[in-house]
């Protein structure tokens, strides 16, 4: 069986990362599923233009844990995978789909940002209703060489 390998690179996350355990033939599997949205720009001056590509990934086991664990809406993430084909009978028809599998996930936030994240939680929001605040990485990086 062949496969196709595919890279997604400064992707962030979408929404949550939706985890869950599964029965496969040794116990519980983690599985978890994200959707990283990368965005590309064509073109020159008036002519440019920006096209976002939204892709849903499932992750396995540790992989899954991890990535459940540390990332979150907004996280930012190079991704490389695979594609597989699947097909399956549903109401007597057959399904055709392409499945994202991936097989490297690499944070790119800072741990502050990844930290800052998860204090915020699913709402964006601190207990108590305040704004976290991280930082942009440009600003971060201008006052570090100066």
Known sequence: MAY????QR???LAAAVQLEFVKGRDG???????????????GSGDEREEE????????????AEHVAEYLGK??????VGRVRNSHYEKDGEDIWSLDFIADEVDFLDSKAEGEARRVRGPS????GGTAARV???RQRDTEAHA
Do not use: D, F, M
């Open 4 to 7: 196709v390998q595919v890279i």
């Open 10 to 12: 400064n992707a962030h």
């Open 28 to 42: 519980q599997v983690a599985k978890a599923v994200l959707t990283a949205i990368s965005n590309a720009r064509r």
């Open 52 to 63: 976002a590509t939204a892709i849903r990934w499932t992750l396995w086991g540790k992989l």
């Open 74 to 79: 907004g996280s930012h993430v190079n991704i």
């Open 124 to 127: 964006g929001r601190r207990p």
């Open 135 to 137: 930082q942009p990485r």
